[in-house]
Nanobody, 114 residues
Framework: QVQLVESGGGLVQAGGSLRLSCAAS?????MGWYRQALGKQREVVAL???????TYADSVKGRFTISRDNGKNTVFLQMNSLKAEDTALYSC???????????WGQGTQVTVSS
């Protein structure tokens, strides 16, 4: 069982920045972030493999950057030029090397005021 511990959410004005962090208790292949706004379905924000391959939602390309520290099993999401529509509960995600198990963090709230 892998535990994910998130930090870094909060309230920020439009145009501002936030950095999310998520530490996993074990070695993980893919890590990333999903988000869910009120009344909407959960959507992928960004993913990164252990080798550094990244995937971004079109809505965040050029504004968000995902990175990871494999030695510390930690993933980061640098969010710049935040918009009101980025307001959501952001959840850390992790998938094991064999793809057999997915794990989720409890979520951290990001609120962007316009």
């Amino acid at each position: 069982q892998v535990q994910l511990v998130e930090s870094g959410g909060g309230l920020v004005q439009a145009g501002g920045s936030l950095r999310l962090s998520c530490a996993a208790s074990g070695s993980i292949y893919t890590m990333g972030w999903y988000r869910q706004a009120l009344g909407k379905q959960r959507e992928v924000v960004a993913l990164i493999t252990r080798g550094g391959l990244t995937t971004y939602a079109d809505s965040v390309k050029g504004r968000f950057t995902i990175s990871r520290d494999n030695g510390k099993n930690t993933v980061f999401l640098q969010m710049n030029s935040l918009k009101a529509e980025d307001t959501a509960l952001y959840s850390c995600y992790a998938r094991t090397f064999d793809g057999s198990s997915d794990y989720w963090g409890q979520g951290t709230q990001v609120t962007v005021s316009s």
